[in-house]
């Protein structure tokens, strides 16, 4: 098993893209905590990982990772386990697909506070708590550097860009350490967060949408949350203990072309 021993934490883990990587890690020999608001998804992703679990053992935290302690209920945590951390996953975001013209403050700030903040200041209160040779993932997306059109994004993008930045900095600066910080940016992954924006777009929107996904992506079709899992497993593992700084496309071939 690749993770045998290590323990992991992976924000956002009580379903989609994070409670994928969850049953990867879990499979792979990890013990794991998933950080989620929400309680109830929180006590279902248990059930389900414990239900199918093989050697890993399964925690969860109820905690609101846009604010300052929904942080400090992580890092508390981390350091009342006296364990050090072995893999840190940085799944949790929000998607605001809204025109420029109409992105409010509010929106702006949750974006961010989510989406940026909490990735900077959740890894910076677990650094004396992360192992030597630790591997931190943050989730970015495709959306940092191309666009669908018809598909406003500007709010998005710009948080996902400012999260490649603190991916390639973290990687200098935590290298010393042997603390390694890649990405995974992800194409259009089927997830309930997606299927959210997508339901309020219009009728045609939706149309013109998944006629832009079938003739755009060269595999043919949008993500699942699994196809996210493997390379997951891989940077947390020792098979990528040379690799930093890294923002790795797992998109179906979108941003090939």
Do not use: C
């Amino acid at each position: 098993m690749r993770l045998n021993n290590k323990r992991a934490l992976i924000t956002g883990g009580s379903d989609g893209i994070g409670l994928a990587i969850a049953e990867a890690f879990l499979r792979e020999g990890a013990d794991i905590t998933i950080v989620g608001r929400d309680p109830g998804k929180l006590q279902a992703a248990h059930d389900s990982l414990t239900g199918a679990r093989a050697d890993g053992t399964v925690e969860t935290l109820s905690a609101d990772l846009a604010t300052g302690i929904g942080i400090e209920a992580v890092v508390e945590l981390v350091k009342r386990s006296g364990r050090p951390l072995d893999i840190l996953v940085n799944n949790a975001g929000v998607a605001f697909l809204v025109p420029f013209a109409d992105v409010t403050e509010v929106q702006f700030q949750q974006s961010f506070a989510l989406n940026v903040m909490a990735v900077f200041f959740l890894t910076q209160g677990l650094m004396p708590h992360l192992a030597t040779g630790a591997s931190v993932i943050n989730i970015s997306s495709y959306f940092a550097n191309k666009m669908i059109p018809k598909r406003p994004s500007s709010l998005y993008s710009l948080s996902k860009g400012a999260l490649n930045s603190l991916t390639k900095s973290l990687a200098f600066e935590l290298g010393p350490r042997g603390i390694r910080v890649n990405a995974i940016a992800p194409g259009t992954v089927d997830t309930a967060m997606r299927r959210r924006t997508v339901d309020n777009l219009p009728a045609e929107a939706k149309a013109e949408l998944k006629a832009y996904v079938e003739r755009s992506y060269p595999l043919g079709r949008i993500g699942r949350p699994d196809d996210l899992a493997g390379m997951a497993v891989h940077l947390a593992s020792d098979e990528a203990a040379w690799t930093s700084g890294g923002i790795f496309a797992v998109d179906g071939g979108y941003t090939a072309g």
